[in-house]
């Protein structure tokens, strides 16, 4: 079979990426442009600055890619992009980007969902099996999706309010810690105790997660102590918020893995990045004796190549998109 060679690019929120994405396995070439020192100044994403930098940048990364490459606009078989979720101004440059290149080169155009990229982030490294069952912990998303197969998605649970990454930024600003406070956390909580009693989240028989209550919680407790002129210990803090959240991660996917005897599961999302998760949900896993697939820490946050590969499961059942697709800020798999 002829080798497809997909142009894939990503611009959801504040990474500019580009990538060539071989048979949807192979990394050929990615180049992430970040915008992060730019918004650490804001102390969060500017969705105005953000489109505008994501414009400046694409053609460079674009270029970057291929010529990294070694490869032309004409090798390439099928261009394809983050079509949603996002922010809006930020990935219209995307699209229209991928859209043009489309319709001048007569080659495939392949809409993407973002979640659905970084569920297949996992395809890069390893043959999945099916049945399984996603996790993806991300900025805006906390999601539990049954997958039958490679196009079929049930989704079991999802959060109730804030995504947990949300959470984690959120408590990186409580405790001034720069953004993107989630890496920041992480670091703080691995040098602290679980010193600080904190609340049981939604104990409850569903598998949806919530992460607001936690917020607050952590949000008037830093408050009530400065108030009380009480010194806080930011790294037991940062430990007994890590150690909260990540046993409700657990809990809520270890019911859904016992309850579908499932013995599979993927993770995925920028906050698959987190170790202190990786090795929480690895012990789980090794417990109830199930495979667990992560992608490596550079598929983890946002880029192109799991949108290259999430892009050739639709080019091998032929779900092109129009030429007249736009950006959506929310949409489900
Ligand atoms: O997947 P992603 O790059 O973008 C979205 O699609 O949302 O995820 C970004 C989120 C941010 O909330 C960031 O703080 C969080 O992932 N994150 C982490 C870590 N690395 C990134 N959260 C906790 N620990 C980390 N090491
Ligand atoms: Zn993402």
Known sequence: MKDIYILAIESSCDETSASIIKN???????????????????GGVVPEVASRLHLENI?????QCLSNANMKLCDIDAFACTYAPGLLGSLLVGLESTKALSYVFKKPFIAVNHMMGHIYANMLENNLEYP?????????????????????????????????GEAYDKVARILSLPYPGGPNVELYAKQGKTEYAMPVILNDESYNFSFSGIKSYVNNFVHNEKQRGHEINKYDLAASFQNCVVSHLVEKTKKALINYNLKTLLISGGVASN????ESLR???????????????????????????????????????PLSTNAKSNANI
């Open 24 to 42: 949807g396995k192979i990394d050929i070439s990615t180049i992430i442009n970040s915008q992060i020192d730019i918004h650490t100044k804001y």
């Open 59 to 63: 053609t460079m990364v674009i270029d």
């Open 132 to 164: 399984l069952l996603s996790l993806i912990i991300s900025g805006g998303h906390t999601d539990l999706i049954l997958m039958k197969s490679e196009d079929d998605f049930e989704y079991l649970g999802q959060t109730l309010d804030d995504a947990i």
């Open 275 to 278: 170790n202190y998760i990786r």
């Open 283 to 321: 012990s789980m896993c090794e417990s109830l004796n199930v495979n667990m697939y992560m992608p490596e820490k550079k598929y983890c946050t946002d880029n192109a190549a799991m949108i290259g590969a999430a892009a050739y499961i639709l080019y091998k059942n032929k779900k092109f998109a």
